[in-house]
T-cell receptor, first 109, second 113 residues
Framework: DVKVTQSSRYLVKRTGEKVFLECVQD?????MFWYRQDPGLGLRLIYF???????EKGDIPEGYSVSREKKERFSLILESASTNQTSMYLC????????FGSGTRLTVV | DQQVKQNSPSLSVQEGRISILNCDYT??????FLWYKKYPAEGPTFLIS?????DKNEDGRFTVFLNKSAKHLSLHIVPSQPGDSAVYFC????????????FGKGTLLTVNP
C-alpha cells in the first residue's frame, strides 16, 4: 500500500514563526498536493506539484510556499505564521487516485 | 466562487435504511467525480468515483449517480451501517483522479443503530 507520511500530527507555533510541514510518499508518485481543511469550508487546495522542482498555486496560496527538491518529498512552508492559518493540513500523492496522509493539526497562537 | 456544492451539512439515517448524499457542480469542464469519506483526525479515504461518460457506478453498498444535464451527482449507501458515520466529501476534477481536485464542504452522515 502507498504510504503518505506527514511528519507531525499536532503542532503549536507562535505568530510570526516560519513553519515547515513535511510530507513524504513511498511509491514514486509524480503528483503531490497540499490541502487545508476547515470546518464548514471543506478541503481547499494550497499548492500542488506534478514533478520534481515543479510547483503550481492552488486556490489559496497566499501566505504559503512549497518545496519539491526530491520526488518523494513535498514540503509546505508558512513564511510567517498567522492565527488564520490554524487548520488541519492534509498532504496527498496521486497515481491511480489520491492517497492522503493522516494530517497535521496546526495551531498558531 | 464555489464550484462544488454540498448543500446539506448533515444527514441522519437509521441503520439499514438508505443514505443519499447530494452534490452539485457548476464547472462544465469537470469530467471526473469522486466521493471521499473522512473520520476525525484521519486523512480522507477514497470511496467511489465516476467518469462523465457514465451515469452510474456501483461498488458493493455504494452507488454514485451522475446527471450531467443537471450538474448533479449523488451517493447512495444501502444498507447504511453505524460504521458509515463520517464526513463525506464530493470532489471533481478535469482529466481524472490524479489531478487537482475541487472539494465540496462535506456532509456529516450519522447512522443511528
Amino acid at each position: 500500500d502507498v504510504k503518505v507520511t506527514q511528519s507531525s500530527r499536532y503542532l503549536v507555533k507562535r505568530t510570526g514563526e516560519k513553519v515547515f510541514l513535511e510530507c513524504v510518499q513511498d511509491m514514486d508518485h509524480e503528483n503531490m498536493f497540499w490541502y487545508r481543511q476547515d470546518p464548514g469550508l471543506g478541503l481547499r487546495l494550497i499548492y500542488f506539484s506534478y514533478d520534481v522542482k515543479m510547483k503550481e498555486k492552488g486556490d489559496i496560496p497566499e501566505g504559503y510556499s512549497v518545496s519539491r527538491e526530491k520526488k518523494e518529498r513535498f514540503s509546505l512552508i508558512l513564511e510567517s505564521a498567522s492565527t488564520n492559518q490554524t487548520s488541519m493540513y492534509l498532504c496527498a500523492s496521486a497515481q491511480g487516485g489520491y492517497t492522503f496522509g493522516s494530517g497535521t493539526r496546526l495551531t498558531v497562537v | 466562487d464555489q464550484q462544488v456544492k454540498q448543500n446539506s451539512p448533515s444527514l441522519s439515517v437509521q441503520e439499514g435504511r438508505i443514505s443519499i448524499l447530494n452534490c452539485d457542480y457548476t464547472n462544465s469542464m469537470f469530467d471526473y467525480f469522486l466521493w471521499y469519506k473522512k473520520y476525525p483526525a484521519e486523512g480522507p479515504t477514497f470511496l467511489i468515483s465516476i467518469s462523465s461518460i457514465k451515469d452510474k457506478n456501483e461498488d458493493g453498498r455504494f452507488t454514485v449517480f451522475l446527471n450531467k444535464s443537471a450538474k448533479h451527482l449523488s451517493l447512495h449507501i444501502v444498507p447504511s451501517q453505524p460504521g458509515d458515520s463520517a464526513v463525506y466529501f464530493c470532489a471533481a476534477s478535469v482529466g481524472g483522479s490524479n489531478y487537482k481536485l475541487t472539494f465540496g464542504k462535506g456532509t456529516l452522515l450519522t447512522v443511528n443503530p
